[in-house]
């Protein structure tokens, strides 16, 4: 009877993520995208601007809840600060090369497409979470291995709204490695925040069995980051 009302409950739960979330997440969608002001001031500005760049990658990272959601998902069941560490630094190493490479290197991608996978990687984490892989598919992936390739993604997400932006040449290094440091920043100053809450959380006697419900509209977050993404992709192609 417990596991039954359990599941309705996640049901439940379930049901009201979805329709907030339709309601919400057109208007969430670009929630991370560079503002009208910001954008303006990159594209006027001319030479290195250190402490504004480092500011806009904060803000982009703090505001940027996709990847948020992601990180949630990789710290959720990681109790050890060494595990904390080691997940977030092959996170931050992987989301590192493709910003850089990206924007200093002229490399491009369909920014819809790169959500879309940015969300997948939400899926991926919450079912993983979940123990759905094992209990469902029978194998478990390697996390590690996926938390650094999926970072590798999220860093493409970061490049493609900087380069839907006219960024002068002049300083462009200084300032891109800027924006960065700034997104580290605006990581370590989300994750105190993520890591606050499930330390208190995780206090609550019933922990374990929220976590399920939990995960399950963690999984449906990403699940609708990808069908909005696609969607967008196939009406911007049409369009074109």
Same mark, same amino acid.
């Given at each position: 009877?417990?596991?039954?009302?359990?599941?309705?409950?996640?049901?439940?739960?379930?049901?009201?993520?979805?329709?907030?979330?339709?309601?919400?997440?057109?208007?969430?969608?670009?929630?991370?995208?560079?503002?009208?002001?910001?954008?303006?001031?990159?594209?006027?500005?001319?030479?290195?601007?250190?402490?504004?760049?480092?500011?806009?990658?904060?803000?982009?990272?703090?505001?940027?809840?996709?990847?948020?959601?992601?990180?949630?998902?990789?710290?959720?069941?990681?109790?050890?600060?060494?595990?904390?560490?080691?997940?977030?630094?092959?996170?931050?190493?992987?989301?590192?090369?493709?910003?850089?490479?990206?924007?200093? #290197?002229?490399?491009?991608?369909?920014?819809?497409?790169?959500?879309?996978?940015?969300?997948?990687?939400?899926?991926?984490?919450?079912?993983?979470?979940?123990?759905?892989?094992?209990?469902?598919?029978?194998?478990?992936?390697?996390?590690?291995?996926?938390?650094?390739?999926?970072?590798?993604?999220?860093?493409?997400?970061?490049?493609?709204?900087?380069?839907?932006?006219?960024?002068?040449?002049?300083?462009?290094?200084?300032?891109?490695?800027?924006?960065?440091?700034?997104?580290?920043?605006?990581?370590?100053?989300?994750?105190?925040?993520?890591?606050?809450?499930?330390?208190?959380?995780?206090?609550?006697?019933?922990?374990?069995?929220?976590?399920?419900?939990?995960?399950?509209?963690?999984?449906?977050? #990403?699940?609708?980051?990808? #069908?909005?993404?696609?969607? #967008?992709?196939?009406?911007?192609?049409?369009?074109?």
């Amino acid at each position: 009877m417990q596991l039954r009302a359990f599941r309705v409950r996640a049901a439940a739960l379930l049901a009201i993520a979805l329709i907030v979330s339709a309601f919400a997440f057109p208007a969430a969608a670009g929630a991370h995208n560079v503002s009208k002001r910001d954008a303006s001031f990159v594209q006027s500005n001319q030479g290195a601007a250190i402490p504004a760049f480092i500011y806009l990658g904060a803000k982009h990272m703090v505001t940027g809840y996709d990847h948020l959601a992601f990180l949630v998902g990789v710290v959720f069941f990681l109790y050890r600060l060494k595990d904390i560490v080691l997940y977030v630094s092959l996170f931050t190493v992987g989301h590192s090369i493709t910003l850089l490479a990206c924007v200093l #290197g002229g490399i491009h991608a369909n920014s819809y497409l790169i959500d879309a996978i940015i969300g997948l990687s939400v899926v991926y984490k919450a079912f993983d979470n979940m123990d759905g892989f094992r209990r469902f598919l029978g194998f478990e992936p390697n996390t590690k291995l996926a938390v650094l390739i999926f970072g590798l993604f999220h860093g493409f997400g970061l490049a493609t709204k900087l380069q839907e932006l006219d960024l002068s040449k002049n300083g462009l290094i200084t300032n891109i490695i800027s924006f960065n440091v700034g997104v580290e920043i605006g990581q370590v100053l989300a994750l105190t925040a993520v890591l606050i809450a499930l330390s208190i959380w995780r206090t609550r006697s019933g922990f374990l069995r929220q976590a399920f419900a939990a995960n399950t509209v963690l999984m449906t977050v #990403g699940f609708l980051l990808v #069908g909005y993404q696609v969607a #967008g992709y196939f009406v911007a192609s049409h369009q074109a």
